[in-house]
């Protein structure tokens, strides 16, 4: 009979190498069912090529760690830095990103045997407890690549008239019973919010500050599709009434009658057309859209304070999450997180005393903070473990390409 070692615990620089491979694994798991002209296509400005984020993410690693804290490390190629790099002004210029879509070359499998080395090179760098942060920060860069993948190439599909699927098996979604309509009440008061230590975090939940709430409520359950389908029949999309104005002329606009992938009782999803789950929360909304249903409802966003308060005591780790690769699909599991990143009313600011940080690192999220809007929670397609009640997610008010929904809010 075979006989195993005693399991012992992983010590931190063991823990962070298992946790990098993890993440460096997950991703070319979920690219695996693309061919090369699906990972190269691009479906819109907002939207980047699958190939593309296997790339970014490797380019970050051999970037940040390996170029400039490797004695001796070579880039890989010396001109795919300008392919590759996203935004950072740091690191000097770049190819478009309208036109990340036009990179026919590298082909996947140049761009996978890139990964390959690079995950290889990393190896030395892990016992060194002055670089913890920066590998932390690049697993949770790589883990909201690995989001921003799924919810891209889903776009992408969508573009075809074929309706193709990336995924064959469409999951299977547990029984629920429906939402019961409760609200779970906050007496508001002065409460701290921010990230507080141990633990990562991005600089952008930071530093940790105090607010003065109001008594509140939130939702138990999040918005469905049945609801949703309430509202639209309703004329919800032909009442100026309900939206914000620069929401009503983005409606009269786009044309926009429903949320991104719907159509008549079906819904997109990466497993092709299939008959939409009125139970399950609906996503793929903007934030104009969530607001003027919350008009509609007799209710209203919550702020993210708010949100984050109602948090604070939640598991971060519970409700429908992405475990591994497969179809991600909302389903409805009552839990504070999980199925879709939730719409607050707040504008992505920076907080008290926030400094971002030095170098080029220092532009991950700063630069960001204009005309955008914070959602709280976490998605079926964000990975379990990346958010946490202080995570502070943003878009433009006008995305929806991304797992996005609401969670009602009303004064107590």
């Known amino acids: 009979m075979p006989q195993f070692a005693p399991q012992r615990a992983l010590d931190a620089s063991e823990d962070l190498a298992a946790r990098f491979i993890a993440?460096?694994?997950l991703?070319?798991?979920?690219?695996?069912?693309?061919?090369?002209?699906?990972?190269?296509?691009?479906?819109?400005?907002?939207?980047?090529?699958?190939?593309?984020?296997?790339?970014?993410?490797?380019?970050?690693?051999?970037?940040?760690?390996?170029?400039?804290?490797?004695?001796?490390?070579?880039?890989?190629?010396?001109?795919?830095?300008?392919?590759?790099?996203?935004?950072?002004?740091?690191?000097?210029?770049?190819?478009?990103?309208?036109?990340?879509?036009?990179?026919?070359?590298?082909?996947?499998?140049?761009?996978?045997?890139?990964?390959?080395?690079?995950?290889q090179a990393m190896a030395p760098l892990f016992g060194r407890e002055e670089l913890g942060d920066l590998i932390e920060l690049g697993i949770a860069h790589e883990q909201q690549h690995q989001e921003l993948l799924l919810t891209d190439i889903k776009h992408a599909l969508f573009q075809n008239p074929l309706g193709p699927s990336m995924w064959t098996e469409h999951p299977e979604i547990p029984h629920r019973s429906a939402g019961k309509g409760n609200w779970s009440e906050h007496p508001g008061g002065i409460t701290p919010i921010g990230h507080r230590g141990p633990g990562f975090a991005f600089d952008n939940e930071c530093p940790r500050h105090r607010v003065l709430l109001e008594p509140f409520a939130l939702a138990d359950d999040l918005v469905t599709n049945g609801e949703w389908r309430a509202f639209i029949d309703d004329g919800g999309y032909r009442a100026p009434s309900l939206w914000l104005s620069d929401g009503w002329a983005w409606v009269q606009r786009e044309g926009i009658a429903g949320p991104l992938y719907w159509r008549g009782d079906e819904a997109f999803t990466h497993c092709g057309w299939q008959k939409r789950d009125e139970q399950a929360p609906v996503t793929h909304i903007s934030y104009y859209e969530a607001d003027a249903?919350?008009?509609?409802?007799?209710?209203?966003?919550?702020?993210?304070?708010?949100?984050?308060?109602?948090?604070?005591?939640?598991?971060?780790?519970?409700?429908?999450?992405?475990?591994?690769?497969?179809?991600?699909?909302?389903?409805?599991?009552?839990?504070?997180?999980?199925?879709?990143?939730?719409f607050t009313r707040s504008a992505y600011l920076p907080y008290p005393r926030f400094r971002a940080a030095e170098g080029a690192v220092g532009e991950y999220n700063g630069k960001f903070m204009s005309g955008q809007f914070v959602l709280k929670g976490a998605s079926c397609a964000t990975p379990r473990g990346h958010s946490r009640s202080t995570y502070r997610n943003f878009f433009y008010p006008h995305h929806r390409w991304q797992f996005t929904g609401l969670r009602l809010a009303k004064d107590a």
């Open 23 to 25: 993440a460096r694994t």
């Open 27 to 119: 991703s070319e798991a979920l690219a695996a069912p693309l061919s090369d002209a699906d990972a190269t296509i691009q479906s819109m400005d907002d939207a980047s090529p699958t190939k593309w984020h296997l790339a970014h993410t490797t380019w970050f690693w051999e970037t940040f760690l390996l170029r400039d804290h490797l004695t001796g490390y070579r880039l890989w190629r010396e001109d795919w830095p300008y392919l590759f790099n996203s935004y950072y002004e740091a690191e000097g210029e770049r190819h478009a990103r309208s036109r990340r879509g036009m990179l026919a070359r590298p082909s996947l499998a140049d761009i996978l045997t890139w990964r390959e080395h690079v995950t």
């Open 293 to 342: 249903f919350a008009c509609w409802a007799g209710a209203r966003l919550p702020t993210e304070f708010e949100w984050e308060a109602a948090a604070a005591t939640r598991d971060a780790l519970a409700g429908n999450q992405l475990d591994r690769a497969g179809p991600p699909l909302p389903q409805g599991t009552g839990e504070l997180f999980g199925d879709c990143w939730q």
